[in-house]
């Protein structure tokens, strides 16, 4: 593991599931990435991430649900076979799907979005646990899907949770090139009051 945290950051890219080779990403990377993402901050020490991990068999009734909510909900003058069969292609591409869940405080205090924020916070967690092992990557997935009532049901989600996308997970093809980083000059955002 690479322990230079401004180059883990700064080398951090999302990589696309056609960018996988479909080989498997050793567990205990997995599980470094779910420990280190339990250490994001929390305000109030509600710690309201949950992840559900889908591997193998799971992954592929994960994609074959996805595909079917797609279907469902897209108009037909809108449908895509296409995207309809990249949810097939998938099967073959991933080593792992990791659906991020909040669980929201029932306390009346804790603003939502502070939930959310520990939440983005522990998904930043595994990606850059997972930054720091060449030949890996993944990407934080979202879109209108993820948010269906369905899906939530398929997902078994609580009253007070809430998907807030899937992180896929894979072995990085090895002709994928990397692609450097673009960001404006940080100097152009920040206002120092003094």
Not at 45 to 50: A, G, I, K, M
Not at 126 to 136: E, I, V
Not at 167 to 187: A, E, L, M, Q, S
Request: aromatic share 10%; with cysteine; hydrophobic share 35%.
């Amino acid at each position: 593991m690479n322990n230079n945290i401004s180059e883990i950051i700064k080398n951090r890219r999302s990589v696309f599931t056609n960018q996988f080779s479909g080989e498997k990403v050793p567990e205990e990377i997995i599980e470094e990435m779910l420990e280190n993402a339990n250490w994001a901050p929390t305000h109030m020490h509600t710690e309201p991430w949950r992840f559900q991990v889908f591997e193998n068999q799971s992954a592929d009734r994960l994609m074959d649900e996805l595909a079917r909510i797609y279907k469902l909900r897209t108009p037909v003058e809108s449908f895509s076979q296409a995207k309809m069969d990249k949810y097939q292609l998938r099967k073959n591409q991933i080593s792992h799907a990791i659906v991020i869940i909040l669980h929201k405080s029932l306390r009346p205090d804790l603003p939502e979005i502070e939930e959310v924020a520990a939440t983005a916070a522990a998904v930043q967690n595994l990606w850059l646990t997972l930054a720091s092992y060449p030949g890996y990557g993944g990407y934080w997935s979202t879109g209108h899907l993820v948010y269906t009532d369905e899906f939530r049901q398929f997902l078994k989600l609580h009253e007070n949770q809430l998907c807030m996308g899937i992180f896929y997970i894979g072995k990085i093809k090895t002709d994928t090139p990397h692609t450097p980083g673009k960001r404006d000059d940080w100097n152009n955002k920040v206002t120092w009051i003094l």
